[in-house]
């Protein structure tokens, strides 16, 4: 099993609403990602988490709030966001936070309204 | 500071023409040169790692070579499914941060 899982593949949210966005691997991989991409732009990182701690924050806004409960799963928790945040939202896993390729989700597409 | 320039930033070719993608870097401590393909509204699609200078890697239509400097995809004889955005990232040994260029969107028309 190579795959990344994102559920859902589409959201859209109100700017009052709560949504989570979630990512599953079984690859045994250490680290995982969530990348944040408009259109035509590249992936830009917003937090990696290494054997289930959270390593590196871009500077990233409190309105999303990632979660790790295990070494399989990761979760990005949306409140009271904007509309500039509509955008395609990928989760990625590396066997770990060095060296490796990364392997992607197919993403959640978020609209806020 | 670590980056990555990819050009051009749009290529079309006819099938069967091949052509190169360019994608240049500068990073300290080069751990790993990576290229994907990305399809739209879909996540990025890992093709290829490269390490060292005169490396090269092949895969079907696509041949990546690595420099000091730069990396090149070589796409021979493409097809129209080979029409997607390709993208290049480096990542060193500051922090491990993966940097990714800005993308090459390839349209191939039969």
């Known amino acids: 099993d190579t795959e990344v899982t994102q559920t859902p593949k589409h959201l859209v949210m109100g700017m009052t609403n709560k949504k989570s966005l979630k990512c599953e691997q079984h690859?045994?991989?250490?680290?995982m990602y969530w990348y944040k991409q408009k259109a035509k732009k590249p992936p830009e990182l917003m937090f990696v988490?290494?054997?289930?701690?959270?390593?590196i924050n871009e500077s990233v806004p409190s309105r999303f709030s990632p979660e790790c409960p295990n070494s399989s799963l990761l979760n990005l928790h949306l409140h009271a966001l904007q509309p500039e945040d509509s955008a395609l939202y990928l989760c990625?896993?590396?066997?770990?936070?060095?060296?490796?390729?990364?392997?992607f989700g197919s993403g959640t597409q978020l609209s806020v309204l | 500071e670590d980056q990555v320039t990819q050009s051009p930033e749009a290529l079309r070719l006819q099938e069967g023409e091949s052509s190169s993608l360019n994608c240049s870097y500068t990073?300290?401590?080069?751990?790993?040169l990576f290229w994907y393909r990305q399809d739209p509204g879909k996540g990025p699609e890992f093709l290829f790692t490269?390490?060292?200078a005169g490396e090269e890697k092949e895969k079907e239509r696509l041949k990546a070579t690595l420099t000091k400097k730069e990396s090149f995809l070589h796409i021979t004889a493409p097809k129209p499914e080979d029409s997607a955005t390709y993208l290049c990232?480096?990542?060193?040994?500051?922090?491990?941060?993966?940097?990714f260029g800005q993308g090459t969107e390839l349209s191939v028309k039969p």
């Open positions: 490269l390490y060292s």
């Open positions: 690859m045994g991989h250490r680290a």
């Open positions: 990625a896993s590396s066997q770990t936070a060095t060296n490796e390729k990364l392997f």
């Open positions: 990073v300290s401590g080069l751990r790993g």
């Open positions: 988490y290494s054997y289930e701690k959270l390593s």
């Open positions: 990232a480096s990542r060193g040994d500051q922090g491990g941060k993966l940097i």
